[in-house]
Nanobody, 121 residues
């Protein structure tokens, strides 16, 4: 019922910047939270940043001060501005949303298809 489409990944040198975007579409009554996760082969997917409906944000310690999550509620879109990128930020980044489609919903979890971010040293 809700589809997430990410964009903005790519290859960048260490110290560079990238901006990821994730647009939600479909039957959306409300979005409780949107966030970004990342995963490297052989490791568990980890939460990078999340923004909840109130606008509060939270980040994994390794990206604090370098990454900024923001949203455009009118467009159901979330962004991740990534600055001072490091090789260890290399991963597939996934958009996640907890959204309601119907008045009786408690919220369902949705994932995007993922976008590759590669940071060269």
């Amino acid at each position: 019922q809700v589809h997430l489409v990410e964009s903005g990944g790519g290859l960048v040198q260490a110290g560079g910047s990238l901006r990821l975007s994730c647009a939600a579409s479909g039957i959306i009554r409300s979005i409780n939270a949107m966030g970004w996760y990342r995963q490297v082969p052989g490791k568990q997917r980890e939460l990078v940043a999340v923004i909840i409906s109130s606008g509060s944000t939270n980040y994994v310690d390794s990206v604090k001060g370098r990454f900024t999550i923001s949203r455009d509620s009118a467009k159901n879109t979330v962004y991740l501005q990534m600055n001072s990128l490091k090789p260890e930020d290399t991963a597939v980044y996934y958009c996640n949303a907890d959204a309601k489609s119907w008045p009786w919903d408690t919220g369902k979890n949705y994932w995007g298809q993922g976008t590759q971010v590669t940071v060269s040293s």
